[in-house]
């Protein structure tokens, strides 16, 4: 059996590209081969051994090229380790409200499959290096600007993933 896990990512303005790679290079340090791709490249699941899929928020959702890859994929992904991560910049506090608001970013895709897996990643509040309309809907909803990812929290996470059959050795 393949040894390979694939972390593939959807992004607007990078910052969740940048995530990928932070928990692939967490990954390959644990000994993992790796493969980083954005969702739009993969084209077939059959050599890798578990799935690290993730994408930025927009609108309280995923971005659709990763809901779609779910789909097209979802009877693969349903049959190895598979993990969702979402960036995003509202909801960052940990209030109830907050919480509760974060787990529903995921919850359509949870009904394709249910992943070992989940993180919720704040983001990059940049609206310089996304697209007019975004940087528009990102002032309108009032969400912040700077970078507020927490490098730890990521790698962290990355690391627990070997403990799911994640980094396969």
Same mark, same amino acid.
């Given at each position: 059996?393949?040894?390979?896990?694939?972390?593939?990512?959807?992004?607007?303005?990078?910052?969740?590209?940048?995530? /990928?790679? /932070?928990? $692939?290079?967490?990954? %390959?340090?644990?000994?993992?081969?790796?493969?980083?791709?954005?969702?739009?490249?993969? %084209?077939?699941?059959?050599?890798?051994?578990?799935?690290?899929?993730?994408? $930025?928020?927009?609108?309280?959702? &995923?971005?659709?090229? $990763?809901?779609?890859?779910?789909?097209?994929?979802?009877?693969?992904?349903?049959?190895?380790?598979?993990?969702?991560? /979402?960036?995003?910049?509202?909801?960052?506090?940990?209030?109830?409200?907050?919480?509760?608001?974060?787990? $529903?970013?995921?919850? +359509?895709?949870?009904?394709?499959?249910? +992943?070992?897996?989940? /993180?919720?990643?704040?983001?990059?509040?940049?609206?310089?290096?996304?697209?007019?309309?975004?940087?528009?809907?990102?002032?309108?909803?009032?969400? +912040?600007?700077?970078?507020?990812?927490?490098?730890?929290?990521?790698?962290? &996470?990355?690391?627990?993933?070997?403990?799911?059959?994640?980094?396969?050795?």
């Amino acid at each position: 059996m393949n040894k390979k896990t694939l972390v593939a990512y959807v992004t607007r303005g990078g910052s969740t590209a940048e995530i /990928a790679q /932070a928990i $692939a290079k967490t990954l %390959t340090a644990q000994g993992a081969e790796v493969d980083v791709l954005p969702v739009n490249k993969v %084209t077939d699941l059959k050599n890798y051994q578990a799935v690290v899929l993730g994408s $930025a928020i927009r609108m309280s959702r &995923w971005l659709p090229d $990763a809901v779609k890859c779910v789909e097209h994929n979802q009877v693969q992904l349903s049959q190895m380790p598979t993990a969702f991560f /979402a960036v995003h910049l509202m909801n960052i506090g940990g209030d109830e409200t907050s919480l509760r608001s974060r787990q $529903a970013y995921l919850d +359509p895709i949870r009904l394709l499959i249910n +992943p070992q897996k989940e /993180a919720f990643f704040a983001g990059v509040g940049d609206w310089k290096k996304v697209s007019f309309l975004d940087g528009l809907i990102g002032k309108a909803v009032k969400a +912040p600007e700077g970078d507020f990812r927490d490098w730890n929290a990521i790698r962290s &996470w990355a690391e627990d993933l070997r403990q799911t059959g994640f980094a396969g050795a």
